[in-house]
């Protein structure tokens, strides 16, 4: 594994210009991944009448929203990318599709918590071969120099995913029942994988990298790929990836705690209707989030040719500007006031992402991709998706005997000490790319 970017543009060097497949794939990429967020977010937009029917408690929500889905999420992740990174990637992104599809519609036939659990679980197993190899297949079709971009592009799924799933799943479920969002995504989701193992095509590994960036099998020798336990002993030893992955961690527990419960603190405590958050909300949380997706890959595109560091700095910035603007949010006495201060921290909160994917991708060799990207899902999704919605859930139910009124607006207080926790995360990566870099410098 490489201590440098083997495969980032040269600076200076004219950057070559993707083809009209490569947007078209990305496109088809970026779907997929909606339907991906959609199908996860669709348990936390739809809490409350879920809890009004099954009566669970914002502890259970929590643990199926995290730990119970980011365990099979985060670990299957793992193999699924080692097995991608031999296999064809386009037909294990179009299986697992498929899989997670039609786990969220059984979501949507559960009569009672331990079957809506099995059935998250089961939409963990599916999502564990989403994200992976659509980064590796990216990587591919786009040359360096424009990568920040196209992965910012993708991460656009999340937000447009989580806006639809707002706006679609609040209003069928006003219109109908929670039952029929679920199994109405499901379906989208299962004709989605059957077009995409029809359509898309498996690109070269390696394909668009400079010479010395390939693995020499790529190159036409008979060079062995690495091994598992190669790639994640590398991983884990360079300290660059190994930061970043912890620093996205920190920022996650942050991210995934406010994703899975805002909607509840909005309509519980601040008086917001189902149908006005299938409208306000989900346009906060779409136009907010894919902003900061967007933007912050053109900035690291830009920026990182300057300074290896930008990869740190940028995620800082955002999480630095967006702390005040959260406590806000928490404190604001109506839902119209509270929407006005999320809207800038939905998209500052995200300026992590793209920096954090193309730095991985660009870091390791072209067939350590898949899996290099699964370890980096696995240490920032256990951290942030296994604990931050579970955390914030406890500590729900932990405030609910003195403030039964405002329990949850009490533990969103508590996600504080945690924002300053990833901006210090970020800073130490910092210290690490420059230490890295000196090191290269040195004769």
Known sequence: MAGSPASAAIPGAQVARPGTRAWVVLAVLCFVYVLNFLDRQLLSILAKPIQDELGVSDGQLGLLGGLYFAMFYCILAIPVGWLADRTNRVKVLAFACGLWSAATAACGVASNYPQLALARMAVGVGEAGGVPPSYAIIADYFPPGTRGTALGLFNLGPP?????????????????SWRMAFLWVGAVGVVTAVGVWCFVREPRKGGLDTARARPASAAGTADVAPGFGETFRGFFANPVLRNMALACGATQFVTYALLNFSVLLLMREKGMSLEEVAVWYALVLGIGTAGGMFLSGRLIDRLARRSKTAYAYLPAVGLVLALPLFVGFVWAGSWQLALAFLFLPTGLNYFYLSPAVTLVQEEVRPDQR?????????????????????????????????????????????????YLLAVGMFLLLARSIRRQLAQEASP
Do not use: K
Not at 160 to 176: C, E, K, M, Q
């Open 370 to 418: 898949v899996l290099s990207g699964a370890l980096l899902l696995l240490v920032m999704n256990l951290i942030g998706l296994g604990f931050g919605p579970t955390y914030l859930g406890l500590a729900s139910d932990f405030f609910r005997a003195t403030h039964p009124d405002n329990s949850l607006q009490m533990a969103f207080y508590t996600l504080v000490p945690f």
């Open 160 to 176: 447009i995913g989580a806006a639809l799933g707002v706006a679609f799943g609040a209003s069928v479920a006003a219109a109908y």
